[in-house]
C-alpha cells in the first residue's frame, strides 16, 4: 500500500506522467484497477465510501493499493478520529473517556493507543532522523533571524 493525497484527479494526473514511484524499486507506477469498496467511519458516524486505485510497477511488477491520506491501512476509522484519539491520548486522557468522546468502542481506542505504544520507539526515530535532515541544529536560528 501506498499513501497518496485525497484528490483523485491529481492521482490521477499522477498515475498517467509516471510521477508515482514504486516503494519497493522507484520505477513508475501506473494505474491497475482498483481495489475494493471501503467504508471508513469518520467523526460523527458518518461513512466516507472509498474505492482506492490500484497501480503496478513498471519496474518490478508489484502491486499496490493507492491509500488517500485520509485512509489508514488496515482501520476502518479514518486517520483524523484515530489522530485525535492519540492526541487526547498525549494529553492525558484514558482510553475510555476518548471512547465516550468519538462513539467508538474502549477496546477499539485501546487498540490504538497500544498499537501506537508498541511502535513509538520506531517512529520517534524516524522522525528524529527526518527533523535533522531538515535542519541539523533547530534551536539555532536560521540567517532570516538575524538579521
Ligand atoms: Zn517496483
Known amino acids: 500500500m501506498l499513501t497518496v493525497g485525497n484528490d483523485e484527479a491529481e492521482v490521477e494526473r499522477r498515475l498517467s506522467e509516471g510521477r508515482l514511484e514504486c516503494p519497493v524499486c522507484a520505477a ?44 489508514l491501512a488496515r482501520r476502518a476509522d479514518s486517520a483524523a478520529v484515530i489522530g485525535a484519539a492519540l492526541a ?14 468519538l462513539g467508538r468502542a474502549a477496546s477499539t481506542v485501546r487498540g490504538w ?20 535532515a531538515l535542519d541539523a541544529d533547530p534551536l539555532l536560528p536560521g540567517p532570516g533571524l538575524l538579521t
Open 28 to 71: 513508475p507506477l501506473r494505474g491497475w484497477g482498483h481495489g475494493r469498496v471501503r467504508v471508513i467511519r469518520l467523526a460523527g458516524g458518518t461513512g466516507w465510501r472509498a474505492r482506492p486505485r490500484r497501480a503496478i510497477c513498471a519496474g518490478c511488477g508489484t502491486t499496490h493499493v493507492l491509500l488517500p491520506a485520509g485512509m
Open 88 to 101: 487526547g491520548a498525549a494529553a492525558g486522557l484514558g482510553h475510555r473517556t476518548l471512547a465516550a468522546r
Open 113 to 132: 493507543l497500544r498499537r501506537l505504544a508498541s511502535r513509538a520507539e520506531p517512529l520517534r526515530s524516524a522522525f528524529t532522523a527526518l527533523a535533522c
